[in-house]
């Protein structure tokens, strides 16, 4: 109380400026620079603290949709050379793997490469065809690069186009260069033409298993052979008859050729089988083996075919727009089926393209109107009685301008390049969907399709070829791909199916969500159904019924639990309950039927106890007279399980009239569906233990938060303990019990050891409760070792992430909500 | 229980004021201990005792809480029980209908009779006890359910379901606390909407709908405002034709205000019992006269 610090009141009229001096504070009621300084120190740290939260959880949710955007963008595509070609209308035109040396065929025996950067003058390649000797059709198989020719003696051959790096002065340059193989005879065409021209004296078509070496195409030397066969009578015939359209299929042991013949006006079908002989070594030199005229098979002539690379059918389109299907089955070929794509057009049911999507099961059919449609071979369910493997309609895209005027296939999946006039049109099979399509300024020719997916090139009228750069990494993703029912190649319609790896470089991954979100939608469910009654009835007896002092020893040792590793709770799912439980289910099934009666049971003895011997127990304490029953009802349901299952759960084979009590067996053949080991019962009782104790304590804080004075309120009103509970503290507590349950939710979907190691992870969509599921956590836990970063399978990964992140948000973000309804329902307590 | 709580000598003393009657009542006789019986307290009155409290000793773990109290509350009149923070009278109240039983590791020695039946006789259900005895809180502390359904809850919960009975006992109830007028239209309204004076009368009123015989109040009005006070006090005076009784208060005022009998305690123990006037007016212990003037607590 130093009173001479303080100025006196006395002083201040006195000064007769207006400013009034500020009186010096006491020292006791200063405030120590120190506090201050920490004061504002820790009203930082914890502001940027509590920012940094936000901000880390924001940036986590960017990185996530950051790494899952480009699933969704469709492809985009840059003008990168533009390439003159000398030589005028070519046939085939391809390019190498790189963009860098696209090259052009007369459809002859020329090839040409350009160089694509235009600094080295285009290199010019003849082929070793024999002189007089005419190519009159070909076909390109660019993921072979490789040709099959048709000359107008008959014959058939194969060109390979190689592209060897050679180095000259320390610089690599890629040299073109174009082999023709072995030609050999296939059709004697003389002969043809020399029936067509006097049919009186017509011999018949060379006699099958001619031996005539054919070739694979592969293993032979560059040297030119010389021209095989008779080929020279009948010159006159020669313009009259030629083939005109041809391709070729090739096995490990056999070979196919197709073939249309023009003999005068007329086309003609046939197939010419190769065999190779197999050997201890493996496959042999293939021979010819069989000659076949398909023709009068047909309604109309024949005008486009195709073979597929499984070199065991014919897929033939007429000029009326049928397309038939022969399936060589063994020395026949066989019908199997005859379709028009386009029967319900109202112009023209014409084809006027038909080719294969990588992989030879699909074919894009091309209106003339510039329909779209895409048939697939699969066992359709519907009319097909004989579940024969046939072609059915499994897609359809937007029409072209026109009819198309060139296709190309992708090497890598199962895109393709269609368009027609100056339309260009890049779309994806099993997506159905059009990745870039647009108008370029030019008449499109021919379209090219890089072999990386990385390039695509657009030959035009004047010869040009356009090389563009092509940026598409994620085709096979989208929308559809994700969420949508997908006909893949070869299932009998369209489905949600999940599939991210395979053994084959032609296997085309399956990545829709929807199993997945089954699964986390099926396990947490199975959880939840174990695990919220138990915990809520534990919670409400906890806090309502049980000994103050037995809960001070209960609550932490729920809280302990809620602690335990789940990787522990996953391991003892998967090594030793599963192999218990899976031939114990009877047993389980009794013991939950005799847990829940026992307390009814036991509830209805108390009662009948008189008072006097009921008040000899302690409130809170009832149960411990029921532990005993429950523990003999166990051992008493865990081993009359059994005899149970002999009673309930017999098979009886119709075969044999054999019994089995086999609950697994029962199950199968009662329901359907398939009994695992591992099993979502399994799941949702280990996950059950895990989620049981958070729920627990939740529930149970918020039943004993509960304001005292409501229970003392209602139980002075002469409410039972349990009308208490019901009545008066449950809906008080509904708000946290909501939270508990919404929390237990949470951690359910999220849960992945547990699942991973206590399910088959395969990704089911069933509700068959003795089948496993792979959950979206469990999937990403799986899978993310084996994808390779940036990779669409990585992507969706990732997507799979941020629908996690987005299901908890939502479920989160609703469970406040009603928890905020709730309490505010019951406020002002 | 109605029809017996009115014998007619009783009605006329009962109706007037609680300072009116009782006068000049001297003739009561100190215990050693400070307790006084019954029967010699209000030769006038006599009320018929109602409740008994014989040698009644309580314990919370090993804390004895009330230390033989001997004490009888009057039929149809309004005990008062004073004396500081701590000194056990809430412990007592709240025995009565053995709220304390809800106390973990809790005791007690002696007896409580109800219209000379004991509450721990073990043939009594102690939810039938509860129903036969009303309570109000010092907080007030209504159900967050609509006013309907808070004062017809101890109906409820016995499973009375009549739509007829209930809409009755619910006018009854809610007149008898003096709130019908107020909240008549909107019963179905939620009863977290009224004050704090209206809260309380409601839990009156919902003590009261299952007419039990014993209405026992803990600081019924600590929480209010003087005028929500004055409301509840007149309820009382209203309330004591039907029912008996307990109050327990901090307000000397209230307690001169408007019991007819006084019970002083101070560390667990009864240190004076006499009507109301006498304790205020003429206390025969000390520590009565320090607390009631105000000297202590």
Redesign the interface.
């Known amino acids: 109380m130093s009173e001479s610090n303080v100025p006196s009141a006395s002083d201040s009229p006195s000064s007769p400026a207006p400013k009034r001096e500020r009186k010096p504070t006491p020292a006791r009621f200063l405030v120590s620079p120190v506090t201050l300084w920490i004061d504002f120190l820790m009203t930082w740290v914890i502001k940027v603290g509590g920012i940094g939260v936000i901000v880390a959880v924001i940036g986590i949710m960017v990185f996530i949709t950051w790494q899952v955007l480009p699933l969704f963008s469709g492809a985009s595509i840059q003008p990168h050379d533009e390439v003159k070609m000398t030589m005028p209308n070519p046939a085939v035109v391809g390019m190498d793997e790189w963009g860098e040396l696209p090259f052009a065929y007369d459809g002859d025996r020329t090839f040409e490469f350009y160089d694509a950067h235009g600094k080295n003058p285009p290199q010019k390649v003849t082929i070793a065809l024999p002189e007089g000797e005419k190519v009159t059709a070909t076909r390109y198989f660019p993921e072979k690069y490789s040709l099959v020719i048709a000359t107008d003696k008959g014959n058939v051959g194969q060109i390979k186009v190689r592209y060897d790096a050679e180095y000259k002065d320390g610089r690599r340059t890629v040299v073109g260069r174009a082999e023709l193989g072995t030609l050999e005879p296939l059709i004697d065409l003389p002969a043809e033409a020399a029936a067509e021209a006097n049919p009186a004296t017509a011999s018949p078509a060379p006699a099958p298993g001619t031996p005539a070496p054919a070739t694979p195409g592969s293993e032979t030397p560059a040297a030119p052979a010389p021209a095989p066969t008779p080929a020279t009578a009948a010159v006159a015939a020669q313009t009259s008859t030629k083939i005109t359209v041809i391709d070729r299929g090739a096995g490990e042991s056999n070979a196919l050729v197709g073939a249309i013949l023009k003999v005068g006006e007329k086309r003609e079908l046939r197939a010419i089988t190769f065999k190779a002989k197999r050997s201890i070594r493996g496959a042999g030199k293939m021979t010819l083996d069989q000659r076949y005229d398909l023709t009068g098979q047909l309604k109309a002539a024949p005008a486009q075919l195709l073979v597929p690379s499984t070199a065991d059918a014919l897929i033939v389109a007429d000029d009326s727009g049928q397309v038939s299907y022969f399936f060589q089955d063994g020395d026949k070929f066989e019908l199997r089926q005859s379709f028009q794509p386009f029967a319900d057009s109202t112009g023209s049911k014409a084809i006027a393209r038909m080719d294969f999507i990588f992989g030879d099961v699909s074919i894009v059919f091309s209106g003339e109107n510039g329909q779209s449609r895409v048939f697939s071979l699969c066992i359709p369910a519907e009319n097909n009685p004989e579940q024969k493997r046939i072609f059915a309609l499994t897609k359809e895209f937007p029409p072209l301008a026109g009819p198309a005027t060139f296709f190309a296939s992708s090497q890598r999946n199962k895109a393709f390049l269609t368009g027609s006039g100056k339309q260009a049109s890049l779309r994806y099979t099993t997506t159905e969907t059009i990745r870039w399509e647009k108008n370029l300024d030019f008449d499109i020719r021919q379209g090219i399709i890089g072999a990386k997916y990385e390039n695509l090139a657009f030959l035009d009228a004047s010869n040009v070829l356009h090389v563009y750069e092509l940026h598409d990494p994620h085709p096979e993703a989208g929308f559809n791909a994700f969420f949508g029912k997908l006909w893949y190649e070869g299932l009998a319609g369209p489905e949600y199916s999940y599939q991210s790896t395979g053994g084959t470089d032609e296997f085309e991954p399956k990545l829709s969500l929807i199993p997945l979100i089954w699964g986390s939608i099926k396990g947490t469910l199975c959880a939840l159904i174990f695990a919220v009654p138990i915990a809520l009835t534990a919670a409400i007896y906890t806090s309502q019924f049980l ?3 037995l809960k001070r020893i209960v609550k932490p040792t729920m809280e302990i639990m809620a602690s335990l590793p789940s990787v522990v709770l996953g391991f003892l799912a998967a090594l030793w309950v599963a192999p218990r439980v899976a031939d114990r289910v009877p047993s389980l099934l009794l013991i939950l039927v005799l847990i829940t009666l026992c307390p009814l049971l036991f509830g209805w003895i108390w009662n009948k106890i008189p ?2 011997y009921r ?1 000899w127990m302690r409130p809170g304490w009832e149960w411990s007279l029921m532990l005993p029953l429950l523990v003999v009802l166990c051992v008493i349901g865990w081993n009359l399980g059994p005899y149970f299952e002999e009673i309930a759960f017999v098979y009886v084979d119709p075969n044999t009239g054999q019994r089995y009590a086999d609950f697994g067996l029962w199950w199968k053949h009662t329901t359907g569906g398939g009994y695992d080991q591992r099993n979502s019962m399994v799941v949702g009782f280990m996950m059950g233990f895990a989620v049981i104790p958070i729920i627990f304590t939740i529930a149970e804080d918020s039943l004993s938060n509960v ?1 005292a ?12 303990r349990w ?1 208490t509970a019901w ?2 503290v449950l ?2 507590a509904s708000a946290g019990i909501f939270s508990a349950l919404m929390i237990g939710l949470g951690r359910a979907v999220g849960e992945t050891m547990i699942v991973v190691m206590a399910t088959g992870n395969t990704p089911l969509m069933d509700f068959n409760l003795f089948s496993g599921m792979r959950t979206l956590s469990a999937n990403i836990a799986v899978e993310l070792p084996e994808a390779p970063q940036f990779s669409t399978h990585y992507r969706v990964l990732f997507l799979g992430a941020l629908l996690l992140f987005l299901l908890t948000f939502v479920v989160n973000t609703l469970a406040e909500f009603l928890r905020n309804h709730l309490r505010e ?5 | 229980m109605s029809t017996n709580t009115r014998s007619t000598d009783e009605a006329k003393p009962l109706t007037s004021h609680p300072r009116a009657h009782n006068k000049g009542t001297s003739s009561t006789t100190t215990s050693e201990e400070g307790l006084i019986q019954w029967n010699e307290l209000m030769p006038q009155d006599n009320p018929i005792p109602y409740i008994r409290v014989k040698d009644f000793s309580f314990f919370y773990g090993p804390k004895q809480a009330i230390f033989d109290v001997n004490m009888d509350m009057g039929k149809n009149r309004i005990t008062a029980l004073i004396g500081p923070s701590g000194c056990g009278k809430s412990t007592l109240l709240r025995n009565i ?1 053995r ?1 304390n039983d ?1 106390v ?1 590791n809790v005791r007690h020695k002696g007896d409580i009779t109800i219209d000379d039946d004991s509450i721990y006789d ?2 009594i ?1 102690i ?2 006890l ?2 036969r ?3 109000v ?1 010092q ?1 007030s ?1 209504p ?3 609509s006013i309907y359904e808070n004062v017809i ?2 109906l ?3 499973g009375r379901n009549n739509r007829k009975e209930l809409d009755e006992v619910v006018e009854r109830s809610l007149r008898g606390a003096a709130l019908w007028d107020e909240v008549k239209d909107r019963l179905h309204s939620s009863a ?1 909407g009224l004050s704090g004076g209206q809260m309380q009368r409601l ?1 009156i009123a ?2 009261i709908a ?1 007419r039990p015989d014993v209405l026992l109040m803990d600081e019924p009005c600590a929480a209010l405002d003087p005028i929500a006070t004055v409301k509840i006090e007149e309820l009382m005076l209203e309330l004591k034709k039907e029912f008996t009784i307990v109050i327990v208060t901090h307000n000397m005022q209230q307690a001169g205000r408007c019991s007819d009998y006084t019970a002083f305690m101070y560390l667990g123990k009864l240190m004076e019992f006499g009507t109301t006037q006498q304790i205020f007016t003429n206390p025969k212990v000390k520590k009565t006269e320090e607390y009631v003037a105000g000297k202590m607590g």
């Open positions: 000994d103050p002092n008072k006097i008040l304001p004075g409501l229970r003392s309120a209602s139980l002075a009103l002469g409410a039972t009308q009545e008066v809906p008080i329902k019951y406020k002002g307590i | 209908n709220m809800l973990e073990p043939s259900e939810i039938s509860r129903k005895i009303g309570m809180f907080k502390n159900f967050a359910t809850f101890a409820r919960v016995a977290m839990c919902r003590a299952n």
